[in-house]
């Protein structure tokens, strides 16, 4: 499964889509200079729970942000969650 990002104006998301639907999601906004990234909302489809697909969704914003230079404020419980366990994502928070 492949982790797309699309983005229009100052939101966007990470997304997989799966037989043409999207069936996970990570949804971010972006300061006005687009540096300051804020993940808003984690959702993954029923039929793809449990295989960590939304740790995956916020390992891809990661490496987003590492690749364009932007800080990361995990405002999700979910993906704060994953921040807080893993200290090697924290050179990416705001």
């Known amino acids: 499964m492949t982790v797309q990002r699309e983005q229009q104006g100052h939101r966007g998301a990470f997304?997989?889509?799966?037989?043409?639907?999207r069936a996970a999601e990570l949804t971010f906004s972006a300061g006005p200079d687009g540096k300051l990234v804020m993940l808003d909302h984690t959702e993954v489809g029923e039929s793809l729970r449990g295989q960590g697909i939304a740790r995956k969704l916020v390992e891809a914003a990661v490496m987003w942000a590492r690749q364009e230079k932007i800080k990361l404020?995990?405002?999700c419980p979910f993906a704060r969650a994953v921040f807080d366990k893993e200290p090697t994502f924290h050179d990416v928070l705001a």
Request: aromatic letters at 10%; charged letters at 20%; zero cysteines.
């Open 73 to 75: 404020v995990p405002v």
């Open 15 to 21: 997304f997989i889509d799966q037989d043409g639907v």
